[in-house]
Structures are given as C-alpha cells and as structure tokens.
C-alpha cells in the first residue's frame, strides 16, 4: 500500500509570495492532518480535514488555508509569505477522523525556505 | 489542557545499551500515547502505541507502558543498534487532536 505522498518534497520562495504544498493520503484514508515543523517550535498542528470539512484547527493566522478534495487528497495554502514559514510541512493521513484517535501516519513533508 | 513533556536531548549511547527515553503527560480525558520516530529527510513514522492504562506497546525491540498513576509513557529498549539513531516523538492523542513532545534526538555510535 503507498504511503503518504507530498509534493513538491522542496519549495523556494520570496517573501510576499504565496505557495500550495499537495497531500495524497494513504487509500482509504479519509482524515487529513497538517503540522508545521520547526526547530525552535517543534510540531505545531495546523488543521485536520475529514470527508472534506475541517475539523479542527491550530492557533495559525488566516494566511494558512487548506482543503480537502472528494478523493480525500489535500492542498494546503500559505499567503503573503513571511520569513518565518520557513519550515518543514508534514501532512498525516488517519482511516478516520482523529476524535477516534486512531495513529497518525506521517509524509515525507515539504521543505518550504522563504527568502 | 493537554501537553506532553520529553527528556531533553541528545543523547548519545554506545552500540548495545540500554535507552530510556522519558516522557510525561498531562491531559483532561483519557487519551491514547503514541511514540513516533523520524530518521533524517523524513517524515515521522509511528513506533508503538498505548490506548489505556496498563497498556504495553512494542515494536522492534522497543517498549512503553501506559502509566495512569504516573501519567508516564516511558520509552525503553533493551540493547540499541546504530541503525536506531533517530528523533523520537512522544505524543497524546485527546478528543480529536493530537499534541508532541519537542523530540529527543538519539545517537548510537559503534
């Protein structure tokens, strides 16, 4: 069975611009999570999306949308790009929504470097 | 609220030691405890998990217990190999969202 798959696994932007990053999760799986990976702040959750409506998000500012597609694949948009988005973007797919608490499986993330 | 709190890192052992890694929680339901491990250029990949008390979780030489009384979930194995050097996440799962431990990096040297 594949894993989860992010694209692009590398992203170069400047400041101001905006960018998408792309989230395949597991078949099957219907939940789709985003973390925000930094070394000063650790793993920050961003979002969760289940049968396409959020159903939960993390203490980030408006610039950070996401959705959820019918085939559960997932989008994740950052606007206006500021120097401290630089980070690592890891998507988690779950079989159901995480209020089950079921495991988190984890992507190989997007490296975002904003300059 | 929910939190999780891990040893600090790194820690560095030789090839065949012991390892404990400890992690302590804190949240308001009954919430499920997860270990995930990172290997670098990865994403995260679950090790064990522990869904109630007095629960054991194991995989691959490495073990935790579900500890209520102590809200612990330490995580232990019993001979290192350098193929084990990696980041280690605790994490609690509670109504809905999961919280991380800042990670614990693990070197074994030969």
């Keep these: 069975k594949a894993g989860v798959t992010q694209t692009p696994r590398y992203l170069i932007k400047t400041r101001g611009q905006q960018v998408t990053l792309s989230c395949s999760p597991i078949s099957g799986h219907r939940s789709v999570s985003w973390y925000q990976q930094t070394p000063g702040q650790g793993l920050q959750f961003l979002f969760e999306y289940f049968s396409e409506t959020q159903r939960n998000k993390g203490n980030f500012p408006g610039r950070f949308s996401g959705r959820q597609f019918s085939n559960s694949r997932s989008e994740m948009n950052v606007s206006t790009l500021e120097l401290g988005d630089s980070a690592l973007y890891l998507c988690a797919s779950s079989p159901f929504s995480t209020g089950l608490n079921s495991p988190l499986h984890f992507g190989n993330g997007t490296r975002l470097t904003v300059t | ?110």
């Excluded at chain 2, 012991?18 to 992690?23: A, G, H, V, Y």
């Design chain 2, 1 to 110: 609220g929910n939190s999780v709190t891990q040893m600090e890192g790194p820690v560095t052992l030789s090839e065949e030691a012991f390892l404990t890694i400890n992690c302590t929680y804190t949240a308001t339901g009954y919430p499920s405890l997860f270990w995930y491990v990172q290997y670098p250029g990865e994403g995260l990949q679950l090790l064990l998990k522990a869904t109630k008390a007095d629960d054991k979780g194991s995989n691959k030489g490495f073990e935790a217990t579900y500890r209520k009384e102590t809200t612990s979930f330490h995580l232990e194995k019993g001979s290192v190999q350098v193929s084990d050097s990696a980041v280690y996440f605790c994490a609690l799962s509670d109504s809905g969202q999961f919280y991380f431990g800042t990670g614990t990096s693990l070197t074994v040297i030969p």
